[in-house]
């Protein structure tokens, strides 16, 4: 089993929240149109971006209304 400091994972949270809100921006969207494109709130994308809410599906949909690769955002 590998274990990662919380410092650590806490690091990899942010770089991917980052990711996230840069490939939004990219794509022209504001958090209330993606919010709209996934059947979420807004508040929800803004928990996406913040690094609270992210698992793979949910990166995996966010990839699609962004028009990017999965890879690009992990």
């Known amino acids: 089993i590998i274990r ?3 410092d650590m994972l806490s690091t990899e949270h942010k770089r991917l929240a980052s ?3 840069d ?5 022209g969207l504001t958090q ?9 709130s807004q ?3 803004s928990k996406c971006e ?3 809410r992210l698992d793979v599906l949910v990166l995996k949909e966010f990839a699609r ?3 990017r690769r ?5």
């Not at 490939?23 to 794509?27: C, E, F, H």
């Not at 209330?32 to 979420?40: F, I, T, V």
């Not at 999965?70 to 992990?74: H, K, R, T, Y």
């Open 23 to 27: 490939a939004r921006r990219k794509s």
């Open 50 to 52: 913040s690094g609270r």
């Open 32 to 40: 209330d149109q993606a919010a709209a494109a996934l059947g979420k």
């Open 4 to 6: 990662m400091s919380k």
């Open 19 to 21: 990711k996230l809100r």
């Open 43 to 45: 508040s929800f994308v």
């Open 70 to 74: 999965l890879e690009d955002l992990i």
């Open 65 to 67: 209304i962004y028009g």
